[in-house]
């Protein structure tokens, strides 16, 4: 697939592709104010219009209800709207995000899976909360709630504005290292369906099951490989590079073409800053591997 200029972000001549323009800027992964982004549905699909992105999907922590705002946002622009969700699930005892492209809204395993995830979501709050209130950080569970658009899918990042509003930590980088990270005070240990559950729910619903940014899980060569080939049992269809524009997961692309799987790539945008990727700021896909925006029907 050539590459046909590049400003920052790459773009790809897709002849295949007939719909917008002759080169396409992609981004298959960010987060809206329906889970723990800080723009609305409207106020991403704008700014990823602008910055020349035209295959976006919205992939929200276990949550669809963005999408519909979304697609409204993106009538009349050059900008071609992916119905996604971003799955929390669990694999050997860690938490695993399946992003799924392409997914009918509608499809009843799938909103019934996301609702059971959004109330395990809730339940885990409240044992955030009583563990933070035993390290003497009281009321996050109110604070929490204040931070997130759609309290229905509270998370973790919640609590990180929480207490770096209350000024414990610095950023919420830090508010992870100190007390929401694994083995920290505020920690619950992941309460997800499998992986496997995950992926099926993504293919009764239509779309394509992408492990999301593996480079961020921390586990060894050895247990990255079984991760890979528990997703390709699980009967998954792509891996996400991610990283910072380079091909920077090469360890990954291998095991993708060793497992047959197709390539994505995404922001994991969530709010605008300076030190965090912007909408359409994606790594680059190698030549010679099939892209999952190929087999995507929005795009067709
Ligand atoms: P949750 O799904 O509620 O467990 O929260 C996971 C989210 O927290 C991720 O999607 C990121 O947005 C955010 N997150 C995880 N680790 C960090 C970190 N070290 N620094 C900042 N945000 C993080
Ligand atoms: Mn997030
Ligand atoms: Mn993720
Ligand atoms: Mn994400």
Redesign the pocket.
Known sequence: MAKVFSKGRFCYDVHSFPPVTHSLSIDLHT?STYS?GVLTPAELVRRAASRGVNLLALTD?DEIGGLAEAALAAIGSDLLLVPGV?I?TVWNGQ?I?IVGLDIDVHAPALVDGLASIRQS?GERAVRIAAQLEAAGVTDSLPGARRHAGNSAAI???HF?RFLVELRHVRN??D???RY??AGRVGYVPPVWPDLARAVDWIHGAGGQAVLAHPDRYRLSPRAMQSLFEAFAQSGGDAVEVSGDGRFKSSAQVRLARQFGFALSSGS?F?APGQHVADLGDVTEIPAGVPAVWQRLRTAR
């Open positions: 987060h723990d922590h971003e929390s938490t995000h979501r998370g973790r990042s990180a919420t980088s508010a992870f290292s929401l990270g994991d969530h």
